[in-house]
T-cell receptor
Framework: AQTVTQSQPEMSVQEAETVTLSCTYD???????LFWYKQPPSRQMILVIR??????QNATENRFSVNFQKAAKSFSLKISDSQLGDAAMYFC?????????????FGTGTRLTIIP | ETGVTQTPRHLVMGMTNKKSLKCEQH?????MYWYKQSAKKPLELMFV???????ENNSVPSRFSPECPNSSHLFLHLHTLQPEDSALYLC????????????FGPGTRLLVL
């Protein structure tokens, strides 16, 4: 069974600094997708970034980038120039690449605090 | 309305009540999901509907009854719930296909007394 582990329940960073959130996963599949979702106090789960396992290039979205290490089964999220609006729970998620199998497996989340 | 909406946002019910949660997606997707989010636990997938057909029931107790009348609407009917069912219930939608992402609604915070 696939599992997703986020070993940092809480993290904090000074505004404008850079922070990295870690995520590891376990799977026997070779083709899959990885996601980072953000859940602010409003509770809306918002997609931050997505990575296809077959792509060697790390995904980036503005201030957000990932470090995808397939052999190590590691998928960390780097937030550059942290802003107050980045404060939220961050969830790492995994999904097998299989048409019609849309099941997402989530980690337990990391609560990120931004220090003004 | 845009994205995925859920009503009500908050719900308090007794163990003998019957209530329903509603989800509507305005994204033209054809798959919808119910998740349960409890404190300090990973999100748990409850049900999946593809093209209005239920394709996954993740061992959910029968006191939770989903309904998907069309690809835009999803309901979760609740009856004789237990206090441990108190949680945030999230709805999501996606377009079926290997690369599509799930988009979430704001959730319904449920408290069972």
């Amino acid at each position: 069974a696939q599992t997703v582990t986020q070993s940092q329940p809480e993290m904090s960073v000074q505004e404008a600094e850079t922070v990295t959130l870690s995520c590891t996963y376990d799977t026997s599949e070779s083709d899959y997708y990885l996601f980072w979702y953000k859940q602010p106090p409003s509770r809306q789960m918002i997609l931050v970034i997505r990575q296809e396992a077959y792509k060697q290039q790390n995904a980036t979205e503005n201030r957000f980038s990932v470090n995808f290490q397939k052999a190590a089964k590691s998928f960390s999220l780097k937030i550059s120039d942290s802003q107050l609006g980045d404060a939220a729970m961050y969830f790492c998620a995994y999904r097998i690449s299989n048409f019609g199998n849309e099941k997402l497996t989530f980690g337990t989340g990391t609560r990120l605090t931004i220090i003004p | 309305e845009t994205g995925v909406t859920q009503t009500p946002r908050h719900l308090v019910m007794g163990m003998t009540n019957k209530k329903s949660l509603k989800c509507e997606q305005h994204l033209g997707h054809n798959a919808m999901y119910w998740y349960k989010q409890s404190a300090k636990k990973p999100l748990e997938l409850m049900f999946v509907y593809n093209f209005k057909e239920q394709t996954e029931n993740n061992s959910v107790p029968s006191r939770f009854s989903p309904e998907c009348p069309n690809s835009s609407h999803l309901f979760l009917h609740l009856h004789t719930l237990q206090p441990e069912d108190s949680a945030l219930y999230l709805c999501a939608s996606s377009q079926i296909g290997a690369q599509e992402t799930q988009y979430f609604g704001p959730g319904t915070r449920l408290l069972v007394l």
